[in-house]
């Protein structure tokens, strides 16, 4: 019912809403040694992030870009004390509002994914970049990666990156985290008109390599303790063969 729901309004709203501009709040944050460090992780958050919610202003801290880059700062210490680890908070673009349809396009992702791909390839050549992204901040990943030379992409919570397959992504490697309890498993993954991001990266056709999440909720994947944030600290540091599997 609720997939029925949801493609009828979609439909309906095809013949009358423009999608206006957006007009937010930029916040790139780095936690720990950036000139020191041979990893870097850069965190890109998904809807309803602003410079009031970028380190605060939620119930749970680590669904914050910032709290959840101190979250996989803390976790990699734990597994290496001597990682030279820097997590970057990236709000670099115009997150959209969840209640909006902007959330259902890929306008705000798109800007996203050229600003994005610029930070990655100007301001952290010559390191190791790991991307982890989360819900629609996994669309403006989806259009950052190609010829930006990140190693790992790690899409978590995500409603689809705007491609059809993996192979599209260029040579990064793609991992892909869906908790048994995130309502994004119940939202449709399709394209109708601008609306929409493509099929299910979690689909075993797409060709992602999955990591475990055990049940996470939607909000959960940068908890403290969960086998989500270890393996996406893991995928950080370059520490594939560690992964434990979706």
């Keep these: 019912m609720f997939r029925r729901t949801l493609v009828v309004a979609v439909a309906t709203a095809l013949a009358y809403v423009t999608v206006p501009p957006p007009v937010g709040d930029r916040v790139v944050r780095v936690y720990g040694d950036l000139a020191a460090a041979e990893y870097v992780a850069v965190i890109v958050p998904g809807a309803d992030t602003t410079a009031a919610t970028f380190?605060?202003?939620?119930?749970?801290?680590?669904?914050t870009p910032g709290g959840g880059a101190r979250a996989v700062l803390a976790e990699a210490r734990a597994l290496d004390p001597g990682a030279r680890l820097a997590v970057v908070a990236w709000l670099g673009y115009d997150s959209p509002a969840m209640l909006s349809l902007r959330v259902m396009t890929g306008g705000a992702a798109e800007r996203g994914a050229v600003e994005l791909r610029r930070y990655v390839t100007e301001a952290l050549g010559g390191k190791r970049v790991s991307l982890l992204c989360h819900s629609y901040g996994s669309v403006v990943c989806g259009g950052a990666v190609p010829a930006s030379g990140v190693a790992d992409t790690a899409v978590f919570g995500s409603p689809g990156l705007g491609v059809s397959?993996?192979?599209e992504l260029g040579g990064t490697r793609?991992?892909?985290g869906s908790g048994a309890l995130d309502w994004m498993r119940e939202v449709p993954k399709l394209w109708i008109g601008p609306f929409g991001f493509g099929p299910d990266p979690a689909a075993?056709?797409?060709?992602a390599r999955p990591f475990g999440t055990e049940a996470a909720r939607h909000d959960d994947y940068l908890k403290p303790g969960s086998e989500s944030l270890r393996n996406l600290t893991l995928i950080a540091l370059g520490r594939s063969d560690e992964v434990s599997g979706g």
Excluded at 55 to 63: E, T
């Design 174 to 176: 793609l991992w892909v």
């Design 204 to 207: 075993p056709a797409f060709g």
């Design 165 to 167: 397959s993996a192979a």
């Design 55 to 63: 380190d605060g202003g939620r119930a749970k801290r680590y669904n």
